[in-house]
Structure formats: C-alpha cells, structure tokens
C-alpha cells in the first residue's frame, strides 16, 4: 500500500511540475476542493483557516501528508508556521484537548475522489484540472491562479 | 512383605505427587487459563478490527478497491484469522477474506466483540470524520489457544500414565529387589537360632546386596570361629571348675579335719581334767585295794582257817579248845580273834564310806566328760535342711533357750524386730537358733565378767536393710578388747576358763551364718562398754500377707 501512495505522489508530482511547465513562473494555487453540489462556492481565509484547525459541523475537513509542498504552503498561509512548528502546535493542542488536525489522506488524488464522494468533505490539492464532481471554491472572491489568491504552494528546499 | 508393601506405597505416593498433581493443576490451570486466552484474543480481535476501520476508512471514501483489498491483505496474515470482511454503508460486503462466519451481528455505528463459541468477532464501523463509510468485521478462531491447552493435558495425562506404568514395572521389579533382602532375613534368623554354618547365597548382579551378603557370610564365618573357641573355652574352664570344685572339697575336707582335729585336742583338754580326776581316784582306790584291803584279808582269811581246822578235827568241842588256848599276849585266842574282826569290820565300814564317795566323784567326772562331748558333738551337728522361717520366730525361739540363764545372772533381754517383723530368711531352723544362742552365752558371759550378779541388758533387734536381714546382739558387758578382736572367730580363741566354752563358738556360728549365704561379723565394740554382734542374712523372697497382718 505504501508503494502505491509513494507512485500516486510521484504521479502528483510529476503533474505538478509539467503544470508549472519549462519556465520559471510563480508557484501554482493551492485549490480548496468541495463536491460540485456543494453549496458552498466563496470563503474567506478566516472560514479556511477555522475548518481545517477547529472543524465545522457541517464541512469534513481532509489534510495531506506533512512535508507536501500544499500541506507547507496552507499551514504557512494558515498557520504562518513551518511544518516543524505545526507539529509542535498540534502536539501542544492535544495535550490542551483540543482537536487534533484533520485527517490525513495520502494524495491530492484521492482527496479529490473522497470529496467527491463523502458529503461535506473539504480538502485541498494543487492548481490542476478536477472531475465534474468536483469543484475549487473562490476564497475572498478569487479564484484560483488568480494573483491575488493568498493560498499557494510552498516547496520545501 | 513389609518391605514391598512400603515399596508400593512409596509408588502410589509418587503416582498421586507425579501423574495425578499435574493432572489435577492441568485441569486447575485449564479453568484458569482459558478464559485469559478468551480475554486476550478478544482484545487482539477488537484490536484488529479498529485498526481496519481506522484504515478502511480512505479505501472506502475514496473508493478504490485495491486499497480495501490492500488492508485486507495485510490482516491475512494472522494464524488466528478466520474471516474478515469489508461492508460499504448499504451493508453491501464489498470485500472479504477467508472461511466465512456465520452468526455475526454486523453493526454501523458500533464496536462490538462477540463470542461465536469456536471463535471470536469483532465489527466496527468505518467512519471519516464522522461520516459512516461501511463497517469492517473480522473473527479469529480459537483453535490454537484450545490445542495449546489440550496439548498441556494430553502432557499431564501422558506423565500421569507414565508414573503409573513406571510403578508398575518398578512393583514388578521390587520382588527382585527384595528377594535377597529376604533371603538375608532368613539368614541372620537362622544365625540367631544358632546355625552358625549357614552361609547366604549372593549373585554378584546384585550389587551392594551381595557386599552385604558377603560381609554377613564374613560375620557368621567369624561367629562360628568365635563360638568354637568359645566352646573350647568353656569346655576348659568347666574341667577348672571341676578340678577347683575337687580342691575345694578337699579343702574342706581338710578343714573339717582340721576343725575335728582341733575340737579333738579342746575336747580330748577339756575331757582331761576330769579323767586326770578320775585317774587319781581310780588310782587311790588300786592302792587302797593293794595296800590296805590286802592285810585285812589276810588276817581275816587266817582266823577263819584256824577256826574251820580246830572245827574239822574235834568239832565243836576242839573249836572251844582251840579258841581257850592263850594267845601270844597270854589272853584266849578268842579275845584276840574278836579284836581283829573287830578292827576288819571298822575298816570295811570306813572303807565302804570312802568308795561310795569315790565313786559319786567318778560318777560326777564322767557326768562331766559326757557333757563336754555332748556338747561338742551338738555345736558341730548340722541338719543343712533350710526352710523359709520368720526371723522374728527364729529371735524368740532363741530367748527361751537363754531365757534361764539370763535370769539367774539377772540379765535383762529385749527383742525388737522392727521395722519388718514378717521378714523371712532362708535357714536351718536349728543351726539359726545355735548361732544366736551362741551370741546370746557370750553375751551373758561378758556381763557376767564385767558386773557379776548385778545384772545387765541384751538387746536383740532385727530389721530388713536392702535385700538383707540385719540381726543385732547388743550387751552392755565387759566388751572386747582391741587385741582380742582379730582372734575373735578363730576356732581355738577364747578368753574363759574351758569350765565356759572351748572357743569354737564364734567360729562354728560364722561357718553357720555364711553357709546360709550371709555374713557374723563384730560390728561394734569398746572394752568395758559392751559388744554389737551383726548377723546378716538374704531376705527369703517377698514378705507374705500374713506377715504383714501379723505385724499390725
């Protein structure tokens, strides 16, 4: 099972960086996914920042691996914590009894296939082509890609 | 017997502590044991199915089979694993693995662990993040835990069934263990009834048993050796003892003789002086009858020849002449012949007077030699026919016979038999009576010596000392003196005159006392303050009722 998430990343990858083609540009968005059905189509960065460290009732919110450069670029946008720092925060969290971050799915891949299927699921996967089923929500009114948009991918060196 | 019956019971013991104890704690432990490996499995179920469900849970919401099979997959390879199984939320089974199970309760919402008898099963559901997916399942069977503990009592049963077979074979075996044992038995029984020849057969096979029997054969071969000897030993010392019994007899024999010889020569002393007395009258009376009665005869014998001639010849008539005629002195011869059987017949008158007085005193002499040899011959008589007598009896018997004695010396005797009158000894009535009378004379003698007719006392008093008789002669006379006491019981020793004694009295009546198996001894004295004579003597046996009765 290991083996096949370790080629579903390198499969990401790969797309990632044939996505950000042979020139230097800036680093891709980070899309915030829903289902297509799904109401909800705008939230603000404090909404995204709420869902994915405190939960909603109504949104199920799905985390990536640490260390992927869209884990790294949302915890900083979010958090404004390296990932080192993050683990400390949710370490310190749990021992608070506060709720601990979200579940860890092991590809952007399958966080599209989940938020597809499971009602009110929430993840988040790089700039990329999506499935009809799903949708990438507009975060302050901006879409994706949009320069603007403050959620971006980070690569770690 | 006793020995292979201790053997077996030494086996059931061990039967019961090696095959029956692990049976029993096998049993113990099987009721113990099982449920903690029930409880233990179940845990590892309930475990096992959270963590598929934990893991299901992105196979599911994302839909990819090959995940769900994945995770499957990996629970496979448990030994315990009977079934899993994958269910989406529709209850539909979208995946499963193994033999099936029948009788799961399957639920969407919670955890639960159920027994299935051979086997347990837990189901979860699959949740992500709060959304039921479907729910995981999975049963794990109780075969190797069962076989384990079925394994441990088949092993208890196995040593129980052992032990026993063992004791058994070792029952079998103990005849031959024991069978020389008993043989030894045997042997040593024989040993001890005497049979000093026998010898125990031993096979060198068994060991230690036949050292054993060897060094028993080695014993007994040097028991027989011993008793030969023995034997011979015996054989010498009873041909000692008989030659010693032959020497002592003489012995005896001599000192008889010696005793007879020296009583002889007392006697033959004593019997002297009045035979010496008797000899000189005796010898008087000769010369009397030579010197005196002779003349007298003669003369006597003249007239009356003259008378009987003058008669012959002429009658009465020539007899008258003849007595007419004048005699030498110019008187008729009558006158003188009346004159000389005058003077014959006052000497026949003294003369008749002076033997009976002569023999009144060889009467008396002889009287006397009789009594010196009466007396001796009654000291020296023994009947040697002992009987049980009471020694109070025996001590009054002996009183009388002095009883006359001690009164005309004005001496007083006092008897106490105390604490023990009943006491008996085993004696010669007579010769008991002799030896106490004995000291009972020589009692009244040293207080004659000492106050003459004034008188004395002679206490007898008698009690039981250990296993002896203990008779005490008590006087208040003349006591002994120092020099005399070691002479004391020699056969010719004495301080009177022999009118009192010959000196054989003591001596006769110690020879006495220790032919009853005891003992005269002088026990106290001090010249001028009396004597203590002790006579000892075994106690004949218990004391009889009687006795006892007869004291209070």
Same mark, same amino acid.
């Given at each position: 099972m290991?083996?096949?998430l ?30 297509a ?12 920042? +709420?869902?994915?460290? !405190? *939960?909603? #009732? ?7 691996? =640490? $260390?992927?450069?869209e884990? &790294?670029g ?28 979200p +579940?860890?799915i092991? !590809? *952007?891949? #399958? ?7 499971v =009602? $009110?699921?929430?993840?988040? &996967?790089?700039?990329g ?7 990438a ?5 901006l ?9 971006r ?5 | 017997?006793?020995?292979r ?11 019961f ?9 096998g049993?113990?432990v099987?009721s ?38 994945s ?6 390879g ?18 499963t ?26 189901t ?21 835990q069962?076989s384990?503990?079925t394994w ?16 058994v ?13 008993h ?8 040993l001890?009834?005497?049979g ?5 057969a ?52 001599s ?10 020569g ?5 019997v ?6 008797i ?5 008087k ?6 010197d ?28 008258g ?13 009558v ?44 000291l ?5 026919t002992p ?39 085993q004696?010669?009535?007579y010769?008991f009576?002799?030896?106490v ?5 020589n ?22 000392e250990?296993d002896?008789?203990?008779?005490r ?12 006491i070691?002479?004391?019981?020699d056969a ?8 009192d ?6 001596s ?6 220790r032919g ?14 009396g ?9 004949a ?12």
């Open positions: 290991r083996s096949l370790a080629s579903l990343c390198l499969l990401a990858a790969s797309a990632a960086a044939h996505a950000d083609g042979p020139a230097p540009a800036p680093p891709s968005s980070i899309m915030i996914v829903v289902a059905n799904s109401p909800v189509d705008n939230l603000t960065v404090e909404d995204v920042r +709420r869902i994915f460290t !405190s *939960g909603s #009732l109504e949104l199920r919110p799905l985390n990536l691996p =640490p $260390g992927t450069p884990r &790294v949302l915890d900083l946008a979010l958090l404004r914590r390296g990932p080192d720092e993050v683990a400390r925060y949710w370490i310190e969290r749990k021992i608070r009894g506060q709720s601990g971050p +579940r860890v092991p !590809s *952007g891949r #399958l966080v599209v296939k989940i938020v597809a299927r =009602p $009110g699921a929430i993840g988040y &996967v790089a700039e082509p999506l499935p009809p089923d799903v949708k929500v507009r975060v302050g009114g879409p994706p890609g949009h320069p603007r948009y403050p959620f991918v980070q690569r770690t060196p | 017997v006793t020995l019956r201790r053997l077996l019971t030494y086996s059931l013991i061990q039967v502590a090696l095959g029956l104890l692990p049976l029993a704690a049993l113990f099987r113990r044991v099982l449920p903690i490996l029930d409880e233990h499995l179940g845990r590892k179920t309930e475990a096992a199915v959270l963590s598929l469900a934990g893991r299901l849970d992105v196979a599911l919401a994302s839909g990819e089979p090959e995940l769900v099979r995770a499957l997959t990996e629970l496979a448990d030994p315990d694993l009977l079934h899993a199984e994958v269910r989406d939320r529709g209850g539909q089974v979208i995946a693995i193994g033999s099936g199970m029948g009788g799961l309760t399957v639920s969407q919402h919670t955890t639960s662990v159920q027994d299935l008898g051979d086997a347990l099963a837990a979860a559901p699959i949740m992500m993040e709060g959304y039921p997916l479907g729910s995981a399942a999975a049963a794990f069977s109780k075969a190797r069962r384990l503990v441990m009592m088949v092993l208890a049963a196995a040593v129980a069934l052992a032990t026993l077979i063992a004791v074979i070792a029952f079998r075996f103990s005849r031959a263990f024991v069978a020389p044992i043989r030894m038995i045997q042997f040593s029984q024989r001890k009834e005497g000093l020849s026998e010898r125990v031993a096979s060198a096979g068994e060991g230690e048993l036949a050292m054993l029997a060897a060094d028993l054969n080695a014993m007994a071969e040097a028991l027989e050796t011993r008793d030969a000897a023995l034997a011979q030993r015996s054989r010498e010392l009873e041909e000692s003892l008989a030659k010693l019994r032959a020497a002592q007899e003489e012995l005896l024999r000192t008889r003789l010696a005793s007879v010889g020296e009583m002889a007392r006697t033959a002393h004593e002297l002086n009045p035979m010496t007395g000899n000189g009258r005796l010898t009376m000769v010369h009397y009858e030579i005196a009665m002779e003349p007298n005869l003669d003369t006597l014998r003249e007239i009356v020849g003259a008378w009987r001639g003058a008669y012959r010849e002429d009658g009465i008539e020539g007899l002449r003849s007595l007419a005629q004048p005699g030498a002195d110019g008187r008729p011869l006158g003188e012949d009346l004159d000389n059987l005058e003077g014959i017949a006052a000497y026949l008158a003294d003369s008749h007077r002076e033997r009976t007085t002569d023999l009144q005193f060889l009467l008396k002499e002889s009287d006397r030699v009789v009594h010196i040899v009466d007396g001796m011959r009654s020296t008589r023994s009947t040697g009987v049980r007598a009471r020694v109070d009896e025996l001590l009054r018997e002996s009183l009388e016979t002095v009883a006359d004695s001690a009164a005309q010396r004005r001496v007083a005797l006092e008897l106490r038999v105390d604490p023990d009158p009943g006491a008996e000894v004696v010669d009535r010769e009576v002799q030896v009378t004995n000291l009972l004379r009692a009244l003698l040293a207080i004659e010596e000492k106050s003459g007719r004034a008188g004395g006392r002679v206490t007898i008093a008698s009690g039981v250990d002896r008789v203990a008779v002669v008590r006087d208040n006379g003349c006591g002994i003196r120092d020099e005399h070691p002479l004391l019981f010719s020793f004495t301080t009177r005159s022999s009118r004694g010959t000196g054989l009295g003591l006769i009546a110690r020879r006495l006392a009853f198996g005891g003992e005269l001894r002088l026990e106290q004295t001090a010249a001028g303050q004597a203590t004579f002790l006579l000892e003597l075994p106690v046996g218990t004391r009889p009722m009687e006795g006892i009765a007869h004291a209070q």
